[in-house]
Protein backbone atom coordinates (compact mmCIF):
# COMPACT_ATOMS: atom_id res chain seq x y z
CA UNK A 1 0.00 0.00 0.00
CA UNK A 2 1.32 3.56 -0.82
CA UNK A 3 -1.62 5.64 -0.23
CA UNK A 4 -3.05 4.10 3.16
CA UNK A 5 -1.64 2.83 5.94
CA UNK A 6 -3.70 0.69 8.57
CA UNK A 7 -3.09 1.74 11.56
CA UNK A 8 -4.36 -1.44 13.62
CA UNK A 9 -4.61 -4.71 13.05
CA UNK A 10 -7.18 -6.87 14.72
CA UNK A 11 -11.08 -5.54 13.81
CA UNK A 12 -13.86 -5.48 16.10
CA UNK A 13 -15.25 -8.56 14.24
CA UNK A 14 -12.30 -10.58 15.19
CA UNK A 15 -12.92 -13.37 18.16
CA UNK A 16 -16.23 -12.88 18.79
CA UNK A 17 -16.72 -16.05 19.98
CA UNK A 18 -14.37 -15.59 22.69
CA UNK A 19 -14.77 -11.87 23.69
CA UNK A 20 -17.75 -10.70 25.89
CA UNK A 21 -16.80 -11.48 29.52
CA UNK A 22 -18.25 -8.41 31.38
CA UNK A 23 -15.00 -8.09 33.51
CA UNK A 24 -13.89 -5.02 31.93
CA UNK A 25 -13.83 -1.67 33.66
CA UNK A 26 -17.58 -0.44 33.57
CA UNK A 27 -16.84 2.96 31.56
CA UNK A 28 -17.69 5.53 33.82
CA UNK A 29 -16.19 4.48 36.85
CA UNK A 30 -12.68 5.96 38.36
CA UNK A 31 -10.80 8.47 36.44
CA UNK A 32 -13.99 10.92 34.46
CA UNK A 33 -17.17 9.74 36.18
CA UNK A 34 -19.48 12.06 33.24
CA UNK A 35 -18.41 10.69 30.44
CA UNK A 36 -18.71 7.15 29.00
CA UNK A 37 -16.11 6.71 25.98
CA UNK A 38 -15.02 3.02 26.03
CA UNK A 39 -12.74 3.50 23.43
CA UNK A 40 -10.43 3.75 25.86
CA UNK A 41 -10.62 1.19 27.96
CA UNK A 42 -8.32 -2.04 28.37
CA UNK A 43 -10.20 -5.55 27.28
CA UNK A 44 -9.19 -7.60 30.37
CA UNK A 45 -9.64 -10.77 28.09
CA UNK A 46 -6.70 -11.49 25.87
CA UNK B 1 -20.04 3.77 7.25
CA UNK B 2 -16.81 5.49 7.09
CA UNK B 3 -15.79 9.03 8.82
CA UNK B 4 -13.14 10.87 6.79
CA UNK B 5 -11.57 14.07 8.55
CA UNK B 6 -8.57 16.12 8.49
CA UNK B 7 -6.73 17.55 11.07
CA UNK B 8 -2.88 18.80 11.54
CA UNK B 9 -1.98 17.91 7.73
CA UNK B 10 -3.16 14.30 8.48
CA UNK B 11 -6.01 12.52 6.59
CA UNK B 12 -7.83 9.84 8.79
CA UNK B 13 -10.68 7.55 7.89
CA UNK B 14 -12.16 5.53 10.26
CA UNK B 15 -14.47 2.16 8.88
CA UNK B 16 -17.25 1.94 11.98
CA UNK B 17 -17.90 -1.63 12.39
CA UNK B 18 -14.76 -3.02 11.76
CA UNK B 19 -13.13 -0.68 14.22
CA UNK B 20 -9.92 0.03 11.31
CA UNK B 21 -8.12 3.24 11.46
CA UNK B 22 -6.80 4.14 7.95
CA UNK B 23 -3.96 6.94 7.81
CA UNK B 24 -4.27 8.27 4.24
CA UNK B 25 -3.10 10.82 1.46
CA UNK B 26 -4.87 13.59 -0.19
CA UNK B 27 -5.94 11.55 -3.20
CA UNK B 28 -7.67 8.91 -1.17
CA UNK B 29 -9.11 11.61 1.13
CA UNK B 30 -10.53 13.22 -2.33
CA UNK B 31 -11.08 10.11 -3.78
CA UNK B 32 -13.80 8.58 -0.63
CA UNK B 33 -15.49 12.19 -0.45
CA UNK B 34 -18.40 11.55 -1.67
CA UNK B 35 -17.98 8.17 -2.97
CA UNK B 36 -16.43 9.82 -6.07
CA UNK B 37 -14.33 6.85 -6.70
CA UNK B 38 -17.22 5.65 -7.78
CA UNK B 39 -18.12 7.86 -10.13
CA UNK B 40 -17.28 8.24 -13.45
CA UNK B 41 -17.78 12.12 -13.26
CA UNK B 42 -16.19 13.49 -10.43
CA UNK B 43 -13.08 10.49 -11.05
CA UNK B 44 -12.47 12.54 -13.94
CA UNK B 45 -11.63 15.99 -11.85
CA UNK B 46 -9.55 13.36 -10.05
CA UNK B 47 -7.56 12.63 -12.98
CA UNK B 48 -6.80 15.86 -13.94
CA UNK B 49 -5.83 16.84 -10.63
CA UNK B 50 -3.76 14.13 -9.81
CA UNK B 51 -2.84 11.95 -13.54
CA UNK B 52 -4.38 8.46 -14.25
CA UNK B 53 -1.96 6.33 -13.74
CA UNK B 54 -1.90 7.35 -9.18
CA UNK B 55 -5.53 7.49 -9.59
CA UNK B 56 -5.65 4.34 -11.07
CA UNK B 57 -3.25 2.62 -8.41
CA UNK B 58 -5.53 4.54 -5.35
CA UNK B 59 -8.24 3.38 -6.74
CA UNK B 60 -7.10 -0.28 -6.49
CA UNK B 61 -6.05 0.21 -3.02
CA UNK B 62 -9.37 1.49 -2.20
CA UNK B 63 -10.81 -1.66 -3.46
CA UNK B 64 -8.42 -3.88 -1.80
CA UNK B 65 -9.75 -2.78 1.43
CA UNK B 66 -12.99 -3.23 0.63
CA UNK B 67 -12.62 -6.70 -0.49
CA UNK B 68 -11.03 -7.56 2.78
CA UNK B 69 -13.62 -6.01 4.44
CA UNK B 70 -11.53 -3.03 5.97
CA UNK B 71 -13.32 -0.41 4.60
CA UNK B 72 -17.52 0.12 3.84
CA UNK B 73 -17.32 -3.11 6.29
CA UNK B 74 -21.27 -4.23 6.65
CA UNK B 75 -22.67 -4.17 10.63
CA UNK B 76 -22.17 -7.60 12.12
CA UNK B 77 -25.21 -7.94 14.74
CA UNK B 78 -23.69 -9.20 18.12
CA UNK B 79 -26.36 -9.22 20.36
CA UNK B 80 -26.05 -8.98 24.23
CA UNK B 81 -23.91 -11.70 24.98
CA UNK B 82 -22.88 -9.78 28.25
CA UNK B 83 -25.51 -10.59 30.76
CA UNK B 84 -26.04 -7.63 33.40
CA UNK B 85 -24.74 -7.93 36.51
CA UNK B 86 -24.06 -5.40 39.07
CA UNK B 87 -20.04 -5.30 39.71
CA UNK B 88 -18.99 -1.49 40.16
CA UNK B 89 -20.34 0.67 42.76
CA UNK B 90 -20.15 4.24 43.69
CA UNK B 91 -20.01 4.25 47.35
CA UNK B 92 -21.33 7.92 48.40
CA UNK B 93 -19.26 8.68 52.00
CA UNK B 94 -20.78 11.22 52.96
CA UNK B 95 -23.41 13.32 51.87
CA UNK B 96 -21.61 16.53 53.16
CA UNK B 97 -18.67 18.59 52.08
CA UNK B 98 -15.65 21.17 52.90
CA UNK B 99 -15.80 22.87 49.38
CA UNK B 100 -18.86 24.38 48.09
CA UNK B 101 -18.50 24.14 44.35
CA UNK B 102 -21.18 25.84 41.91
CA UNK B 103 -21.11 22.96 39.67
CA UNK B 104 -21.42 20.71 41.86
CA UNK B 105 -24.74 18.04 41.00
CA UNK B 106 -24.87 17.24 44.27
CA UNK B 107 -25.60 20.59 45.70
CA UNK B 108 -22.82 21.13 47.39
CA UNK B 109 -22.27 17.79 49.26
CA UNK B 110 -26.18 17.17 50.76
CA UNK B 111 -27.70 15.68 47.47
CA UNK B 112 -30.46 18.17 47.92
CA UNK B 113 -31.23 16.31 51.25
CA UNK B 114 -30.03 16.24 54.98
CA UNK B 115 -26.30 15.99 55.55
CA UNK B 116 -25.24 12.44 56.43
CA UNK B 117 -22.35 10.06 56.26
CA UNK B 118 -22.57 6.72 55.65
CA UNK B 119 -22.09 4.02 58.45
CA UNK B 120 -20.03 0.90 58.28
CA UNK B 121 -23.26 -1.26 58.35
CA UNK B 122 -24.52 0.52 55.10
CA UNK B 123 -21.34 0.19 53.27
CA UNK B 124 -21.02 -3.39 54.37
CA UNK B 125 -24.60 -4.33 53.47
CA UNK B 126 -23.40 -2.96 49.91
CA UNK B 127 -20.77 -5.14 49.61
CA UNK B 128 -22.45 -8.24 49.98
CA UNK B 129 -24.69 -7.34 47.84
CA UNK B 130 -22.36 -6.61 44.82
CA UNK B 131 -20.88 -9.50 45.48
CA UNK B 132 -23.98 -11.60 45.35
CA UNK B 133 -24.73 -9.41 42.46
CA UNK B 134 -21.91 -9.71 40.09
CA UNK B 135 -21.98 -13.22 40.02
CA UNK B 136 -19.39 -14.83 37.99
CA UNK B 137 -17.42 -11.83 37.47
CA UNK B 138 -14.45 -11.07 38.95
CA UNK B 139 -13.28 -8.05 39.34
CA UNK B 140 -15.49 -5.72 41.36
CA UNK B 141 -14.85 -1.92 41.51
CA UNK B 142 -15.60 0.25 44.36
CA UNK B 143 -14.99 4.17 44.77
CA UNK B 144 -15.63 5.58 47.22
CA UNK B 145 -17.14 9.08 46.64
CA UNK B 146 -19.10 12.08 48.39
CA UNK B 147 -19.63 14.62 49.10
CA UNK B 148 -16.44 14.38 50.21
CA UNK B 149 -15.70 10.42 50.98
CA UNK B 150 -12.70 11.65 53.66
CA UNK B 151 -15.31 13.67 55.87
CA UNK B 152 -15.77 9.60 57.06
CA UNK B 153 -11.89 8.33 56.81
CA UNK B 154 -12.62 5.13 59.66
CA UNK B 155 -15.53 3.56 57.94
CA UNK B 156 -13.82 3.62 54.53
CA UNK B 157 -10.57 1.81 56.38
CA UNK B 158 -13.22 -0.80 57.64
CA UNK B 159 -14.96 -1.18 54.34
CA UNK B 160 -11.20 -1.91 52.58
CA UNK B 161 -10.63 -4.48 55.27
CA UNK B 162 -14.19 -5.42 55.50
CA UNK B 163 -13.98 -6.09 51.31
CA UNK B 164 -10.42 -7.65 51.42
CA UNK B 165 -12.33 -10.35 53.38
CA UNK B 166 -14.73 -10.80 51.13
CA UNK B 167 -12.62 -11.88 48.00
CA UNK B 168 -10.60 -15.34 48.86
CA UNK B 169 -14.31 -16.93 49.93
CA UNK B 170 -16.11 -15.54 46.86
CA UNK B 171 -13.04 -15.25 44.17
CA UNK B 172 -14.03 -11.76 43.93
CA UNK B 173 -10.79 -8.99 43.33
CA UNK B 174 -11.83 -5.58 44.41
CA UNK B 175 -10.81 -2.26 43.05
CA UNK B 176 -10.41 0.21 45.52
CA UNK B 177 -10.47 4.02 44.28
CA UNK B 178 -11.28 7.16 45.61
CA UNK B 179 -12.38 10.54 44.62
CA UNK B 180 -11.37 13.37 46.77
CA UNK B 181 -11.64 17.37 46.52
CA UNK B 182 -7.97 17.24 48.81
CA UNK B 183 -8.84 19.32 51.77
CA UNK B 184 -8.49 16.92 53.97
CA UNK B 185 -5.34 14.66 53.07
CA UNK B 186 -2.70 14.74 55.65
CA UNK B 187 0.35 12.71 55.71
CA UNK B 188 -1.62 9.38 56.57
CA UNK B 189 -4.48 9.73 54.12
CA UNK B 190 -2.02 9.76 52.05
CA UNK B 191 0.05 7.27 52.46
CA UNK B 192 -3.55 4.80 53.48
CA UNK B 193 -4.65 5.85 50.45
CA UNK B 194 -1.79 5.08 48.08
CA UNK B 195 -1.15 1.83 49.43
CA UNK B 196 -5.12 0.83 49.23
CA UNK B 197 -6.44 2.28 46.83
CA UNK B 198 -5.82 1.15 42.64
CA UNK B 199 -6.94 5.08 41.31
CA UNK B 200 -7.65 7.88 43.08
CA UNK B 201 -9.16 11.38 41.08
CA UNK B 202 -7.84 14.63 42.70
CA UNK B 203 -10.22 17.03 41.59
CA UNK B 204 -8.44 20.05 40.39
CA UNK B 205 -9.88 22.30 37.87
CA UNK B 206 -6.57 23.76 36.42
CA UNK B 207 -5.39 27.65 36.96
CA UNK B 208 -6.21 28.92 40.59
CA UNK B 209 -8.29 31.74 38.96
CA UNK B 210 -10.94 29.02 36.85
CA UNK B 211 -10.36 26.43 40.27
CA UNK B 212 -11.44 29.29 42.18
CA UNK B 213 -13.74 30.85 40.90
CA UNK B 214 -16.14 27.30 40.50
CA UNK B 215 -14.68 25.11 43.73
CA UNK B 216 -14.94 27.80 46.88
CA UNK B 217 -14.70 26.83 50.58
CA UNK B 218 -17.36 27.17 53.05
CA UNK B 219 -16.05 30.83 53.75
CA UNK B 220 -15.85 31.44 50.09
CA UNK B 221 -12.45 31.52 49.39
CA UNK B 222 -10.76 29.93 46.42
CA UNK B 223 -9.30 26.33 47.65
CA UNK B 224 -6.38 26.05 45.43
CA UNK B 225 -3.98 26.84 47.56
CA UNK B 226 -4.74 24.22 49.48
CA UNK B 227 -5.71 21.51 48.11
CA UNK B 228 -2.68 21.71 45.13
CA UNK B 229 0.16 21.55 47.65
CA UNK B 230 -1.43 17.91 49.40
CA UNK B 231 -1.92 16.78 45.55
CA UNK B 232 1.68 17.13 44.97
CA UNK B 233 2.24 15.50 48.08
CA UNK B 234 -0.10 12.47 47.07
CA UNK B 235 1.29 12.24 43.62
CA UNK B 236 5.05 12.74 44.61
CA UNK B 237 4.66 9.57 47.07
CA UNK B 238 2.55 7.36 45.12
CA UNK B 239 5.20 6.45 42.83
CA UNK B 240 3.72 4.60 39.43
CA UNK B 241 0.50 3.76 40.81
CA UNK B 242 -2.58 5.47 38.70
CA UNK B 243 -3.97 8.73 39.78
CA UNK B 244 -6.27 11.57 37.74
CA UNK B 245 -6.08 14.86 38.56
CA UNK B 246 -9.49 15.63 37.52
CA UNK B 247 -11.31 18.85 36.36
CA UNK B 248 -14.46 19.56 34.89
CA UNK B 249 -14.98 22.89 32.11
CA UNK B 250 -17.86 24.99 31.80
CA UNK B 251 -19.09 27.72 29.79
CA UNK B 252 -16.50 29.71 31.87
CA UNK B 253 -13.61 28.35 30.81
CA UNK B 254 -14.04 27.49 27.14
CA UNK B 255 -9.92 27.97 27.10
CA UNK B 256 -9.66 24.66 28.89
CA UNK B 257 -6.52 23.48 27.43
CA UNK B 258 -4.82 26.24 29.51
CA UNK B 259 -6.01 24.91 32.53
CA UNK B 260 -4.54 21.22 31.56
CA UNK B 261 -1.06 23.22 30.50
CA UNK B 262 -1.07 24.66 34.10
CA UNK B 263 -2.12 21.09 35.60
CA UNK B 264 0.97 19.54 33.86
CA UNK B 265 3.54 22.79 35.16
CA UNK B 266 2.24 21.61 38.91
CA UNK B 267 3.48 18.39 37.50
CA UNK B 268 0.70 16.26 37.02
CA UNK B 269 1.04 13.61 34.52
CA UNK B 270 -1.99 11.96 34.33
CA UNK B 271 -5.09 14.76 33.26
CA UNK B 272 -8.47 13.88 32.75
CA UNK B 273 -10.80 17.33 32.35
CA UNK B 274 -13.96 16.85 30.99
CA UNK B 275 -16.78 18.60 30.02
CA UNK B 276 -19.43 19.69 32.89
CA UNK B 277 -22.55 17.68 33.49
CA UNK B 278 -25.47 20.24 33.91
CA UNK B 279 -28.92 21.13 33.44
CA UNK B 280 -29.36 23.77 30.02
CA UNK B 281 -30.42 26.22 32.13
CA UNK B 282 -27.38 26.96 34.16
CA UNK B 283 -25.15 29.55 33.62
CA UNK B 284 -21.85 27.49 33.30
CA UNK B 285 -23.83 24.70 31.38
CA UNK B 286 -21.70 23.97 27.96
CA UNK B 287 -24.30 24.87 25.06
CA UNK B 288 -24.65 24.28 21.32
CA UNK B 289 -23.29 28.08 20.83
CA UNK B 290 -20.08 26.91 22.16
CA UNK B 291 -19.56 23.70 20.43
CA UNK B 292 -17.35 25.91 18.09
CA UNK B 293 -14.79 27.23 20.04
CA UNK B 294 -14.37 23.94 21.81
CA UNK B 295 -13.88 21.79 19.27
CA UNK B 296 -10.71 24.46 18.16
CA UNK B 297 -9.63 24.37 21.65
CA UNK B 298 -9.13 20.43 21.73
CA UNK B 299 -7.58 20.41 18.22
CA UNK B 300 -5.26 23.24 19.61
CA UNK B 301 -4.63 20.72 22.62
CA UNK B 302 -3.90 17.90 20.79
CA UNK B 303 -1.02 19.64 18.35
CA UNK B 304 0.60 20.77 21.87
CA UNK B 305 0.25 17.23 23.07
CA UNK B 306 1.58 15.76 20.29
CA UNK B 307 4.70 17.90 21.25
CA UNK B 308 4.63 17.44 24.76
CA UNK B 309 4.48 13.43 24.15
CA UNK B 310 8.13 14.05 22.34
CA UNK B 311 9.60 14.69 25.41
CA UNK B 312 10.00 13.37 28.24
CA UNK B 313 10.52 16.40 30.68
CA UNK B 314 7.05 17.54 29.39
CA UNK B 315 5.11 14.91 28.21
CA UNK B 316 1.45 13.59 30.07
CA UNK B 317 -1.16 11.87 29.60
CA UNK B 318 -5.14 12.78 28.69
CA UNK B 319 -7.38 10.75 29.80
CA UNK B 320 -9.65 11.44 26.02
CA UNK B 321 -6.76 11.01 23.89
CA UNK B 322 -5.86 7.88 25.06
CA UNK B 323 -7.61 5.53 22.43
CA UNK B 324 -6.25 1.83 22.75
CA UNK B 325 -6.46 0.79 19.19
CA UNK B 326 -5.47 -2.61 19.29
CA UNK B 327 -5.94 -4.03 23.23
CA UNK B 328 -9.75 -1.84 23.60
CA UNK B 329 -13.04 -3.66 24.91
CA UNK B 330 -15.02 -5.64 22.78
CA UNK B 331 -17.28 -4.76 19.92
CA UNK B 332 -19.85 -6.00 22.78
CA UNK B 333 -19.02 -4.12 25.45
CA UNK B 334 -18.55 -1.21 22.90
CA UNK B 335 -22.52 -1.79 22.23
CA UNK B 336 -23.76 -1.67 25.88
CA UNK B 337 -23.25 1.80 26.78
CA UNK B 338 -22.18 3.45 30.51
CA UNK B 339 -23.63 0.71 32.54
CA UNK B 340 -25.52 2.82 34.86
CA UNK B 341 -28.59 0.91 36.44
CA UNK B 342 -27.33 -2.16 34.95
CA UNK B 343 -23.63 -3.11 35.81
CA UNK B 344 -23.50 0.14 38.27
CA UNK B 345 -25.01 1.62 41.26
CA UNK B 346 -24.63 4.50 43.39
CA UNK B 347 -25.54 3.86 46.70
CA UNK B 348 -26.16 6.52 49.26
CA UNK B 349 -25.38 7.14 53.04
CA UNK B 350 -29.04 6.38 53.95
CA UNK B 351 -28.96 2.68 51.95
CA UNK B 352 -30.74 3.57 48.69
CA UNK B 353 -29.40 2.65 45.47
CA UNK B 354 -29.41 4.70 42.30
CA UNK B 355 -28.61 3.91 38.89
CA UNK B 356 -25.50 6.23 38.73
CA UNK B 357 -23.90 9.06 40.81
CA UNK B 358 -25.65 11.79 38.71
CA UNK B 359 -28.84 10.10 39.68
CA UNK B 360 -28.30 10.56 43.32
CA UNK B 361 -31.06 12.58 44.98
CA UNK B 362 -33.37 12.62 42.24
CA UNK B 363 -36.02 10.06 43.85
CA UNK B 364 -37.50 8.93 40.98
CA UNK B 365 -34.98 6.91 40.35
CA UNK B 366 -34.03 5.06 43.30
CA UNK B 367 -33.70 1.45 41.91
CA UNK B 368 -33.71 -0.60 46.05
CA UNK B 369 -32.03 -0.21 48.90
CA UNK B 370 -29.11 -2.19 50.68
CA UNK B 371 -32.29 -4.15 52.36
CA UNK B 372 -34.00 -4.96 49.75
CA UNK B 373 -31.76 -5.06 47.04
CA UNK B 374 -32.54 -4.09 43.57
CA UNK B 375 -37.04 -3.51 43.34
CA UNK B 376 -37.57 -1.17 41.19
CA UNK B 377 -37.54 -3.05 37.80
CA UNK B 378 -38.86 -0.75 35.93
CA UNK B 379 -36.81 2.14 36.49
CA UNK B 380 -33.62 -0.25 36.19
CA UNK B 381 -35.34 -1.16 32.66
CA UNK B 382 -35.14 2.04 31.42
CA UNK B 383 -31.55 1.74 31.10
CA UNK B 384 -31.69 -1.46 29.21
CA UNK B 385 -32.67 -0.66 26.06
CA UNK B 386 -29.94 1.66 25.14
CA UNK B 387 -27.13 0.63 23.85
CA UNK B 388 -25.54 2.10 20.70
CA UNK B 389 -27.42 0.63 18.30
CA UNK B 390 -30.79 1.12 20.05
CA UNK B 391 -30.62 4.77 19.87
CA UNK B 392 -31.09 6.05 16.03
CA UNK B 393 -29.02 8.83 16.13
CA UNK B 394 -26.13 6.59 17.54
CA UNK B 395 -27.16 3.88 15.44
CA UNK B 396 -25.99 6.16 12.48
CA UNK B 397 -23.22 7.87 14.09
CA UNK B 398 -19.84 7.00 12.98
CA UNK B 399 -18.27 7.44 16.63
CA UNK B 400 -20.46 4.70 18.10
CA UNK B 401 -18.26 2.53 18.92
CA UNK B 402 -15.69 4.50 20.52
CA UNK B 403 -18.23 6.20 22.14
CA UNK B 404 -20.64 3.40 23.32
CA UNK B 405 -23.84 5.75 23.32
CA UNK B 406 -22.81 8.64 25.96
CA UNK B 407 -24.04 10.04 29.55
CA UNK B 408 -27.21 8.90 29.99
CA UNK B 409 -27.65 11.62 32.61
CA UNK B 410 -26.95 14.28 29.93
CA UNK B 411 -29.35 12.88 27.48
CA UNK B 412 -31.83 12.80 30.43
CA UNK B 413 -30.73 16.89 31.22
CA UNK B 414 -30.98 18.19 27.95
CA UNK B 415 -33.85 15.45 26.44
CA UNK B 416 -35.39 14.23 28.72
CA UNK B 417 -35.31 10.65 26.95
CA UNK B 418 -32.48 7.88 27.52
CA UNK B 419 -32.78 7.40 23.44
CA UNK B 420 -31.55 10.88 22.39
CA UNK B 421 -28.13 11.58 23.31
CA UNK B 422 -26.94 15.57 24.36
CA UNK B 423 -25.43 16.89 21.48
CA UNK B 424 -22.89 19.17 22.81
CA UNK B 425 -21.72 15.65 24.22
CA UNK B 426 -21.54 13.85 20.86
CA UNK B 427 -19.91 16.94 19.15
CA UNK B 428 -17.01 16.64 21.77
CA UNK B 429 -16.77 12.97 21.55
CA UNK B 430 -16.29 13.06 17.91
CA UNK B 431 -13.70 15.54 18.40
CA UNK B 432 -11.77 13.73 20.87
CA UNK B 433 -11.77 10.55 18.98
CA UNK B 434 -10.50 12.25 15.51
CA UNK B 435 -8.16 14.23 17.73
CA UNK B 436 -6.75 10.95 19.26
CA UNK B 437 -6.36 9.51 15.54
CA UNK B 438 -3.96 12.38 14.76
CA UNK B 439 -2.13 12.05 17.51
CA UNK B 440 -1.34 8.30 17.35
CA UNK B 441 -0.34 8.60 13.60
CA UNK B 442 2.12 11.88 14.48
CA UNK B 443 3.66 9.58 17.25
CA UNK B 444 4.10 6.43 15.30
CA UNK B 445 6.32 8.01 12.52
S1 LIG C 1 -23.78 9.56 22.00
FE1 LIG C 1 -23.42 10.86 20.26
S2 LIG C 1 -21.23 10.56 19.75
FE2 LIG C 1 -21.88 8.87 21.05
S3 LIG C 1 -22.51 7.24 19.64
FE3 LIG C 1 -24.34 8.40 20.18
S4 LIG C 1 -24.52 9.92 18.55
FE4 LIG C 1 -22.41 9.15 18.50
S1 LIG D 1 -25.20 8.02 33.14
FE1 LIG D 1 -23.42 9.32 32.72
S2 LIG D 1 -22.50 9.73 34.68
FE2 LIG D 1 -23.88 7.98 34.94
S3 LIG D 1 -22.61 6.15 34.66
FE3 LIG D 1 -23.49 6.67 32.67
S4 LIG D 1 -21.94 7.97 31.65
FE4 LIG D 1 -21.49 7.92 33.87
Redesign the pocket.
Known sequence: MIHIKTLNKTKLTDNVNVKGCGECQTSCQSACKTSCTVGNQKCENK | MIHSFKMNDMYGVIDTNSGLVHIVDEIIYDLLNEESYKSEKMLKNIYLKYGQDITDEAVSEINYLIENKMLYTEETVVGNKIKPAIKAMCLNMAHDCNLKCEYCFASQGDFKGEKSLMSFEVGKKAFDFLVKSSEKRVNLEVDFFGGEPLMNFDVIKQLVEYGRSLEKPYNKNFRFTITTNGVLLDDEKIDYINENMSNVVLSLDGRKSTNDRMRKTVNDKGSYDVIVKNFQNLIEKRGDKEYHARGTFTAYNLDFSEDIKHMRELGFKNISVEPVVAKPEEKYALLDEHVEQLKQEYEELAKFYVEARKDSNKEFNFFHFNIDLEGGPCVYKRSIGCGAGTEYVAVTPEGDYYPCHQFVGEKEFIIGNVDEGVTEVEVVNKFKDVS?ND?P??NK?W??YF?S??CHANAYNFNKDFKI?YEV??EL??KRVECSIMIKSKLEN
Request: glycine share 20%; hydrophobic share 15%.
Open positions: VKTCCAKCGGPGCQK
